[in-house]
């Protein structure tokens, strides 16, 4: 089972990119997904969040300019991101806590490896 992220960059401030996250091996439409971004030096924190029932979360940081979206068919989660600012820089991980897999096991706390978001002023 792995995650697997693209659709980072840079971009100019204003402008908008979409990052995608792949799960292979799960039971993709049983189980919640996670955005969170790091900068150096700095916790992890989280920035969205969508369940299996498609209840959403958002840090407040990015309210109203991200929007978390998931396509159970093709095992995907989607941020998009509109209104970058600089301080949106970070590496974007995507997560899940519990994940049930197509071999009936579960697997916890599972991350993909990230992909860099730069915004310039």
């Known amino acids: 089972v792995q995650l697997v992220e693209s659709g980072g960059g840079l971009v100019q401030a204003g402008g908008s990119l979409r990052l995608s996250c792949v799960a292979s091996?799960?039971?993709?439409?049983?189980?919640?997904m996670d955005w969170y971004r790091q900068v150096p030096g700095k916790q992890r924190e989280l920035v969205a969040r969508?369940?299996?029932?498609?209840?959403?979360l958002y840090a407040d940081s990015v309210k109203g300019r991200f929007t978390i979206s998931r396509d159970n068919t093709k095992n995907t989660v989607y941020l998009q991101m509109n209104d970058l600012k600089p301080e949106d820089t970070a590496v974007y991980y995507c997560?899940?806590?519990?994940?049930?897999?197509?071999?009936?096991?579960?697997?916890?706390?599972?991350w993909g490896q990230g992909t860099q978001v730069t915004v310039a002023s």
């Open positions: 997560h899940s806590d519990t994940v049930p897999t197509l071999a009936g096991a579960y697997l916890y706390n599972l």
């Open positions: 969508i369940s299996s029932g498609l209840s959403t």
């Open positions: 091996g799960s039971i993709f439409s049983r189980h919640g």
